[in-house]
């Protein structure tokens, strides 16, 4: 059984920060790619960004230059340093991991979201 939780997530004003994090725990033999989505009340779920297990980042056009992601292996967590936060930033933060489990096999993993909101 594999866990990702999430923390971090609060109240913020505009040109505020928060840094959020994510660890995964379980039965965990290594972990590929993570990265943090987002979904805003009436829209998709979409991708804030990722990261490989390299430390190859990407990030939606819509949050360069302000949010850097970032991992620590040995502790199977990524996090997410937001910075310059804006209204439009609301939402409820998802992290995802692909990990391969102790029996080798390779899923996609959820955390339960936490709740980002930026007051204008």
């Known amino acids: 059984q594999v866990q990702l939780v999430e923390s971090g997530g609060g109240l913020v004003q505009a040109g505020g920060s928060l840094r959020l994090s994510c660890a995964a725990s379980?039965?965990?033999?290594?972990?590929?790619?993570m990265g943090w989505y987002r979904q805003a009340p009436g829209k998709q779920r979409e991708l804030v960004a990722r990261i490989t297990s390299g430390g190859s980042t990407s990030y939606a056009d819509s949050v360069k230059g302000r949010f850097t992601i970032s991992r620590d292996n040995a502790k199977n967590t990524v996090y997410l340093e937001m910075n310059s936060l804006k209204p439009e930033d609301t939402a409820v933060y998802y992290c995802n991991g692909e990990v391969r489990n102790s029996a080798f096999s390779l899923r996609n993993y959820w955390g339960q979201g936490t709740q980002v909101t930026v007051s204008s």
């Open positions: 379980g039965s965990i033999f290594s972990i590929n790619g």
